[in-house]
């Protein structure tokens, strides 16, 4: 059995130890926003944020969030309401979509801690997170626009 | 606007049965589309579902196909809502099912297929779906007159309303439907009778794509997604070589693991099904399965592309000509100057973030079966499981759901007949889903080519002859010989084009723009050498010499404006010029690049790109795609390579596959859209396979030399410095 706070609430999963945080999420818990693209910390769709930190829920035995605080794509906001999420949609950023709620999760992270940051500290921050449809220019902008608009 | 998935519990003829309102069925025959009057279609629920539906409140329910984030999910209903004249805020969008008898577009054969591929889906949906639109409108307006008692021609329509100005009285599409009726016989609309664009409401207005809203908070269901009562999870493991076949494998030790439901042939693989994904992708990784040899075993993929140039200059080696006109070779023979040049290019690998997987459950006697599909082609989806199954067409309904990318790999459904498969030994429903090491092993790639091309100067400096040579793998899918043909462009009066085919044991499909990508790398950086030989601007050259034809001019002569193509450029950096053709459309594209010479890497800082698609029905996300194309373009100039070594791909995720990422990014793209009248062609690839030649005329500017194997990797790069 492992407890965590899963978006606010407290959760307590009967699951293998072992098993990856985003399995636990996507298929005990029932959330799938959070994708699967690679399993193996190369592409960050699965970025969920643990105790405030973007990380790789491929990567991360669920035994590890004990305790911990995880909040996913559908913990962000309770309405689509913040302010990356806005600018996600205003700046027409997402196109096949699959990638996005890792984009949206690790771009959470640098506005948290850097509220107005340049292009290049965004373009560092993000570079970890693939997306296969190109919108990066437009991740660019959205977060230029979420930091503009809070 | 939530798009859901098909409640399975509901059949449509209980939907039909059931709603209220206006009913609206249209069957696609060879003779173009009518709509059926709603008793017809509900005596045909098993091939007709409602395109329309309005409902006495005023809401409006439209299907629509494939989304994979090019837009055509919202382009397509828009279509029929703007011939309807919709209130498109009181449109709600449903996936269409699996019938592409009704609810596709007319192939060559004059098959309706829904196959959403090259960038086609507008333009092949386009004259059906507005004649259907206007259709309805022609019904409603009919209802309205004689509700009144009017001449149903002194009527006129508004958003979702229909108006008598001579009495200023008003229906609302939703009071129609109260009363209305569907005829028997349903109007003929004349071609005339269709919206002229300067009356479009929503067309080229810029409408939102309604998936965008989804796409932020993951509310967007993707077949991955899907999680059924009862479903076990299962995941798969095939032949590092294609064609070869599980012949034993460590069966019992596999069966004693944790959550292991069962172990099962597949063709050219093995399933593991089990309790939770995590189970069966541990079964996946412990696997080990004694392979069948074959022809495959000692592939090599770079020994191969080496040889390909030996076919070339073999005169036994089989010729097919893909086109010929006037006498090449007679032109070339007598040319003032012959220009003659050798072109590679790699495998590459679709690499959709979302891994290929499918869910299906059969109904409780086995004959019926359901799958959940991510699917480029639904109709054929629903075709090969079928076929797989021994089942006919109607026992299969593949339910449509988001794309996580499709660039082409998605309209084949092998990933799906195998859930269907598995669904059936383990007599549960399974969601299967490969794993991004098999999604890489088991792709399906952009074939290997060499090319050869030669061209013939005339006395007068233009270009008069036109040769070229493509050797590779065509997958009888004109997957190698697309994109071969200029004449849309440059109207050369002789041209001849030949294919010399060889068939390898590697898996090959359509990537988004398919041969383009290497024909217009050949063709556009050629252009290039004979333009700098002559000793004339590469732009000025095409305009003069290359017989350009009037609309590829527009296209030219736009972005070199947009880019301001003769202006001086920042120290160390260059422009390099493409013209680009696909599906329909043309385009131009200018590119500004610098080397970083020590490390071989080349970086794009400005791409600006002209594409005339005729009507453009959703001018903001054309755009998005035309830029997204742009990236695609780039990854594949300058990064991707799968390579084949005995028989298997050596490349296994994202690190050592490698894509564009933010950091490989141009700070700016530009796009700009010709403005036009004619019907829409393809703009999903117009701008990918104009990059690479683009980015090589460009390296040749600033280092006199010249790139001639894609992809333009450090390695090429330095080699190609040093030489």
Redesign the interface.
């Known amino acids: 059995m492992v407890s965590f706070t899963l978006n606010g609430r407290s959760v307590s999963i009967e699951a293998?130890p072992k098993?990856?945080l985003l399995?636990v999420i996507?298929?005990i818990v029932?959330?799938?926003?959070?994708?699967?693209?690679?399993?193996?910390g190369?592409?960050g769709?699965c970025t969920v944020h643990i105790d405030g930190r973007a990380q790789r829920s491929c990567r991360v035995p669920v035994s590890a969030v004990e305790g911990a605080k995880v909040v996913?794509?559908?913990g962000?906001?309770a309405d689509?309401s913040h302010p990356?999420?806005k600018a996600?949609?205003s700046e027409?950023?997402?196109?096949?979509?699959?990638?996005?709620?890792g984009q949206?999760m690790k771009a959470a992270e640098l506005l948290a801690s850097n509220p107005t940051p340049t292009r290049q500290q965004?373009?560092?921050h993000?570079?970890?997170?693939?997306?296969?449809?190109?919108?990066?220019?437009?991740?660019?902008a959205a977060i230029q626009r979420a930091s503009k608009e809070g | 606007m939530t798009m859901t998935l098909k409640a399975p519990a509901i059949s449509r003829r209980n939907v039909l049965a059931g709603i209220g309102g206006m009913t609206f069925s249209f069957a696609f025959g060879t003779d173009g589309t009518h709509i059926l009057p709603p008793a017809r279609a509900a005596t045909e629920s098993a091939h007709m579902s409602p395109w329309v539906r309005i409902a006495p409140d005023g809401r409006i329910t439209i299907l629509t196909v494939t989304e994979?984030?090019?837009g055509s999910g919202t382009s397509i209903p828009l279509m029929i809502a703007e011939e309807m004249d919709a209130d498109w805020d009181k449109v709600a969008l449903e996936w269409a099912p699996s019938k592409p008898e009704s609810y596709g577009w007319p192939d060559r054969a004059g098959n309706r297929v829904m196959t959403v591929t090259g960038s086609r889906a507008v333009m092949m949906y386009w004259n059906d779906l507005r004649t259907a639109g206007a259709q309805v409108r022609k019904v409603l307006i009919a209802n309205a007159a004689e509700h009144w008692g009017v001449d149903p021609g002194t009527l006129k329509t508004g958003p979702s309303v229909v108006i008598d100005p001579a009495s200023s009285r008003r229906l609302s599409y939703g009071e129609i439907a109260v009363f209305g009726k569907v005829p028997a016989t349903l109007p003929n609309v004349d071609k005339s009778e269709l919206k002229q664009p300067k009356d479009f409401r929503l067309i080229g207005r810029s409408v939102?794509?309604r998936?965008?809203?989804?796409?932020?908070?993951?509310?967007?269901?993707?077949s991955?997604?899907v999680?059924l009562p009862g479903m076990v999870?299962a995941s798969a493991l095939h032949s590092p070589v294609h064609g070869n076949s599980p012949e034993s494998w460590n069966d019992a030790d596999i069966k004693t693991m944790?959550g292991v439901i069962a172990t099962v042939k597949l063709p050219g693989g093995v399933g593991v099904v089990a309790e939770?994904?995590?189970q069966a992708?541990a079964a996946r990784r412990a696997l080990k399965v004694v392979w069948s040899k074959g022809k495959g075993d000692s592939f090599d993929s770079t020994r191969t592309l080496e040889a390909y140039a030996t076919i070339h200059s073999d005169p036994a080696a089989a010729v097919k000509v893909v086109d010929s006109k006037g006498d090449a070779t007679a032109a070339l023979t007598s040319a003032a100057k012959v220009y003659k040049a050798e072109y590679r290019s790699d495998y590459t690998y679709h690499?959709?973030?979302?891994?290929l997987n499918a869910v299906a459950r059969f109904n409780e006697t086995g004959d019926k079966i359901e799958v959940w599909d991510g699917s480029q082609d639904l109709g054929r989806s629903r075709d090969l499981i079928a076929k797989a199954l021994g089942f006919s067409p109607e026992q299969v309904d593949v339910h449509q759901c988001?794309?996580?990318?499709?660039?082409g790999r998605r309209s084949l459904a092998d990933y799906a007949v195998e859930a269907a498969l598995l669904a059936r030994a383990t007599k549960q429903p399974v969601k299967l889903?490969w794993?991004?090491?098999e999604d890489i092993a088991h792709g399906m790639f952009r074939p290997i080519t060499f090319q050869c091309l030669e061209a013939a100067v005339d006395a007068a400096g233009k270009v008069a002859g036109w040769r070229h040579c493509v050797v590779g793998d065509d997958g009888g899918l004109s997957l190698i010989t697309g994109g071969m043909r200029i004449s849309s462009y440059y109207a050369l009066p002789n041209q001849y084009l030949e294919l010399r085919n060889v068939d390898h044991n590697v898996r090959i499909k359509h990537w988004r723009a398919v041969a383009h990508n290497f024909n217009l790398f050949a063709i556009e950086a050629m252009v290039d050498e004979i333009a700098a030989d002559q000793g004339l601007d590469p732009i000025e050259f095409r305009l003069q010499r290359m017989s350009i034809t009037p609309k590829a001019r527009r296209c030219v002569e736009t972005v070199a404006k947009m880019a301001d193509w003769t202006a001086k450029r920042p120290e160390g950096r260059a422009l390099g010029f493409a013209i680009s053709e696909r599906s329909g459309s043309l385009g131009a594209c200018i590119v500004e690049a610098s080397i970083d010479r020590r490390a071989g890497v080349i970086r794009v800082h400005k791409v600006w790109v002209v594409a005339d698609g005729g009507i453009i029905v959703q001018p903001?996300?054309a755009k998005?795609?035309v830029?997204?194309g742009?990236?695609?373009g780039?990854?594949s100039a300058l990064q991707e390579r799968v390579t084949v070594r005995e028989g298997a791909v050596e490349q296994s995720?994202?690190?050592d596959y490698s894509?564009?990422?933010?950091?490989d990014?141009?700070e700016e793209?530009a796009v700009a859209f010709i403005d036009s009248d004619a019907s829409p062609t393809g703009l999903g690839e117009i701008s990918t396979p104009c990059i690479a030649p683009a980015i090589a005329n460009a390296f040749h500017k600033l280092t006199g030399k010249r790139l001639y194997h894609m992809p333009f990797t450090p390695e090429r790069v330095l080699a190609t410095l040093k030489a």
């Open positions: 293998d098993a990856p399995w996507r298929d029932g959330l799938t926003g959070t994708k699967y693209g690679c399993g193996a190369f592409c769709a996913t794509i559908e962000l906001s689509s990356l999420q996600w949609v027409e950023v997402p196109q096949c979509g699959y990638c996005q709620s949206i965004i373009v560092t993000m570079d970890s997170n693939i997306c296969r449809c190109g919108t990066y220019n437009r991740i660019i | 994979m984030g090019q939102p794509r998936d965008l809203s989804l796409k932020v908070n993951g509310t967007a269901q993707y991955i997604d999680k999870y944790p939770t994904f995590v992708m690499a959709q973030m979302e891994p988001y794309l996580g990318g499709g660039f889903v794993t991004r090491e903001a996300a998005a795609n830029e997204s742009i990236v695609y780039l990854s995720n994202f690190d894509v564009m990422r933010m950091s990014m141009p793209m």
